[in-house]
């Protein structure tokens, strides 16, 4: 049972915004940083968000993060076809101790 | 360009060992802490342990006592020794470097992953 809960599947056609929630605890979430990685089959994962709300280099900018107390988000605008992928929000578990991750999300496109 | 390159992965018996294996390049490997992260197939993502630059170790509750990870700076190389292999530790392992900026740290470079798997 992964620490950090996400929906297993969110959709939409090209072009539609999809947004992924994470919803974790004050030992988590809650006073951590929230990272966000994609995951596609046959592929190295990939950091996608970093700190809350950054994007690393070379990564479009129609995807976005965001943080609120003990839930994050993640969306994606503009949805592509290539953005068919699972996602998982990650952040430092205190009293663990160490990183924890979301349960994944699978986009569809459409 | 920073790559992370698993290998040591396949098939073996409930209360087998594996031994796997990561090859750095394009980065100075010796000055990061680096990660292994496991998925099993259809699951999440779980941090199983890391080793930091000056060779502090790390372990996942489950596994510590079964599990060690070490690192080889010269070759640019990290391991994960497995013994006692559980059928529950059959999943994708992932080498993952750890960054860390001024405000946060993040696993900024993985590799494709190794297959694990443990059966009777």
């Known amino acids: 049972q992964s620490v950090l809960t996400q929906p297993p599947s969110a959709s939409g056609t090209p072009g539609q915004r999809v947004t992924i929630s994470c919803s974790g605890s004050s030992s988590n979430i809650g006073t951590n940083v929230v990272n966000w990685y994609q995951l596609l089959p046959g592929t190295a994962p990939r950091l996608l968000i970093y700190n809350n709300d950054q994007r690393p280099s070379g990564v479009p900018d129609r995807f976005s993060g965001s943080k609120s107390g003990t839930s994050a988000s993640l969306a994606i605008s503009g949805l592509q076809s290539e953005d068919e992928a699972d996602y998982f929000c990650a952040a430092w578990e205190d009293s663990l101790r160490r990183d924890v991750f979301g349960s994944g999300t699978k986009v569809t496109v459409l | 360009e920073a790559q992370l390159v698993e290998s040591g992965g396949g098939l073996v018996q409930i209360g087998g060992s594996l031994r796997l294996s990561c090859v750095a390049s394009?980065?100075?490997?010796?000055?990061?802490?680096m990660h292994w992260v496991r998925q099993v197939t259809g699951k999440g993502l779980e941090w199983v342990s890391n080793?930091?630059?000056?060779?502090?170790?790390y372990y996942l509750h489950s596994v510590r006592g079964r599990f060690t990870i070490s690192r080889q700076n010269a070759k640019s190389s990290l391991f994960l020794q497995m013994n006692s292999l559980r059928a529950e530790d059959t999943a994708v392992y992932y080498c993952a470097r750890k960054f860390c900026g001024r405000s946060s740290c993040s696993f900024d470079i993985w590799g494709l992953g190794t297959m694990v798997t443990v059966s009777s």
């Open positions: 394009g980065f100075t490997f010796s000055t990061y802490d």
């Open positions: 080793i930091g630059s000056g060779g502090d170790t």
